[in-house]
């Protein structure tokens, strides 16, 4: 059964930093793209940044290039999101997800992690 368990979420005042985790279980990911998305309340889900999981290359929103950070660890089939910078408007439900290289929609998630930054 393949899991994705996030963590890393919490209160943080605007300028600081977070580093949220996504941690992979239940199959080899070798094919795959994880993903970080976000949902503020009242807004809808939007997509925060990817990277590939074998050659381990990024992408990002280009609203937030610069402040946030993808990477993953393949030993510890980890996915990592470093926010740096953050801003009241980072305030969000963060989810890690994963697809297919070759698919458009992600078809596993995890089940969130709150984060709040405060002004």
């Known amino acids: 059964q393949v899991q994705l368990v996030e963590s890393g979420g919490g209160l943080v005042q605007a300028g600081g930093s977070l580093r949220l985790s996504c941690a992979v279980t239940?199959?080899?990911?070798?094919?795959?793209?994880m993903g970080w998305f976000r949902q503020a309340p009242g807004k809808e889900r939007e997509f925060v940044a990817h990277i590939t999981w074998s050659v381990g290359s990024p992408y990002y929103a280009d609203s937030l290039k610069g402040r946030f950070t993808i990477s993953r660890d393949k030993d510890k089939n980890t996915v990592y999101l470093q926010m740096n910078s953050l801003k009241p408007e980072d305030t969000a439900v963060y989810y890690c997800?994963?697809?297919?290289?070759?698919?458009?929609?992600?078809?596993?998630w995890g089940q969130g992690t709150q984060v709040t930054v405060s002004s």
């Open positions: 997800a994963a697809r297919l290289l070759l698919r458009r929609e992600y078809n596993y």
């Open positions: 239940g199959r080899t990911f070798t094919s795959y793209v």
